[in-house]
Structure formats: structure tokens, C-alpha cells
């Protein structure tokens, strides 16, 4: 079952913050998030584990809501380099280990 | 950090032949490696798992006779388009998961692109 993600494109100036959305319509073990850039493969961000649970590093941080089934990635004073497609991917039942991934996101930071 | 390794990065095959893509973790064993498809502004669609020393599991829709996966030891496995066709020129990219790290993200491998003429 795929994840349902939005917005479906964000355009920042940099410094701004965004937030991307991500929900399940079945339980989940795990969320993660990825970013990939043009021609490039998905580079792992972040993995929420438990409800409630966030976890992230630098600016970037995202939240984990197991009763709703829904994650959100925020990415805060943004910078060029955040630039590209985001990913979450969605981990189900009791112990994971296929990860099926959203529509993404496409993210633009501009000067 | 955990390294996968693909080869090759593209390859330009005509219509009716086989091509043949690897994908190695460097540093690491991987019982379970993930074969991905992604086409062009679209999300990374899930072709199969691949288990080391079992067959592997294919995701519906994906035909098995058509996508050959072996996943010949714990650090190699491989995906064969057989009799390929326009249609399967696509990006393919594969995955795999470093469980001594504990149970973080999934590294991919540099992805193929596939172009079928």
C-alpha cells in the first residue's frame, strides 16, 4: 500500500521553512525519509520508529504520529542544497523490512 | 557508513537482448537485497526481494520469467532483464540494509539506467 504524500511541489526562497506530509491508510512499523537529488539514487535522511518519536539532525527533523499513521518532515532555514525529490518510505506490519515509497515530494530552494 | 555498489550505471541494449545488473554491498552482508524501478518525475517502484540462497519474491505485476534475480552470495545480487523491450528502459536501482548499524535507513546503489532501442 503506498503512502500518500504532500505537497506534491514546494518552491522556497532560502531561509524558509517547509513541511511535507506523509500518511498511511494501514499501521506502520517504520517511516523513513529520503532525498534525491536529478539522476541520482535516494540518500537516507531519517527513520521514525516509535509513535511520537522524532528524529533528525542539522535542520532537518521529522515526527512520527503512529495513531494517525502519519510522519512529517521538517526542513527548516532552508538552503540550495536541500533542493530535490523527498521521499517517505513506509515500513508495515510488526516487523518491517519492505519499504514501499511515496509519490515524493519535488522541493525547489532558490537564492 | 554502508556502501552498495552498482554496475553498470547505463547501458544501451537493442530490442530482444538480455542485460545484466549488479548490485554488491561493500561493506557489509546482505541476506535481503530490494530491486527498484523508477521512471522518469515518477516514485521508486518495489520490483522484488531478493534473498540470498532462496528464491526471490516479486512484487504483483512484475513478471518473474522477465526480471531474473539471483542473489548468489551475501553480497551480491543480480537482476536480469531478459528479451528486453522499449518499454523497459526505466531506472533501476537496487537496496540493501546494514543491520549491525542497528535498524537504520536503507542504502541504495547508484542506480542503472536502462535504455532499450
Known amino acids: 500500500q503506498q503512502p500518500v504524500q504532500s505537497p506534491q511541489a514546494v518552491i522556497l526562497r532560502e531561509g524558509e521553512d517547509a513541511v511535507i506530509n506523509c500518511s498511511s491508510s494501514?499501521?506502520?512499523?517504520?517511516v523513513h525519509w529520503y532525498r534525491q537529488k536529478h539522476g541520482e539514487a535516494p540518500v537516507f535522511l531519517m527513520i521514525?520508529?516509535?509513535?511520537?518519536e522524532q528524529k533528525g539532525h542539522e535542520k532537518i527533523s521529522a515526527s512520527f504520529n503512529e495513531k494517525k499513521q502519519q510522519s512529517s518532515l521538517y526542513l527548516t532555514a532552508s538552503q540550495l542544497s536541500y533542493s530535490g525529490t523527498y521521499f517517505c518510505?513506509?515500513?508495515?506490519?510488526?516487523?518491517?523490512?519492505?519499504?514501499?515509497f511515496g509519490e515524493g515530494t519535488q522541493l525547489t530552494v532558490n537564492p | 557508513g554502508a556502501v552498495v555498489s552498482q554496475h553498470p550505471s547505463w547501458v544501451i541494449c537493442k530490442s530482444g537482448t538480455s542485460v545484466k545488473i549488479e548490485c554488491r554491498s561493500l561493506?557489509?552482508?546482505?541476506?535481503?537485497m530490494f530491486w527498484y524501478r523508477q521512471f522518469p518525475k515518477q516514485s521508486l517502484m518495489l520490483m522484488a526481494t531478493?534473498?540470498?540462497?532462496?528464491?526471490?519474491?516479486?512484487e504483483q505485476g512484475v513478471e518473474k520469467d522477465k526480471f531474473l534475480i539471483n542473489h548468489a552470495s551475501l553480497t551480491l545480487s543480480t537482476l536480469t532483464v531478459t528479451s528486453a523491450h522499449p518499454e523497459d528502459s526505466s531506472f533501476y536501482i537496487c537496496?540493501?540494509?546494514?543491520?549491525?548499524?542497528?535498524?537504520?535507513?536503507?542504502?541504495f546503489g547508484s542506480g542503472t539506467r536502462l535504455t532499450v532501442v
Open positions: 537496496s540493501a540494509r546494514d543491520y549491525s548499524e542497528g535498524r537504520g535507513g536503507y542504502t
Open positions: 494501514k499501521a506502520l512499523y517504520s
Open positions: 521514525l520508529l516509535k509513535g511520537g
Open positions: 518510505g513506509t515500513e508495515m506490519g510488526t516487523s518491517g523490512s519492505r519499504l514501499t
Open positions: 561493506d557489509f552482508q546482505a541476506t535481503t
Open positions: 531478493s534473498n540470498e540462497g532462496s528464491k526471490a519474491t516479486y
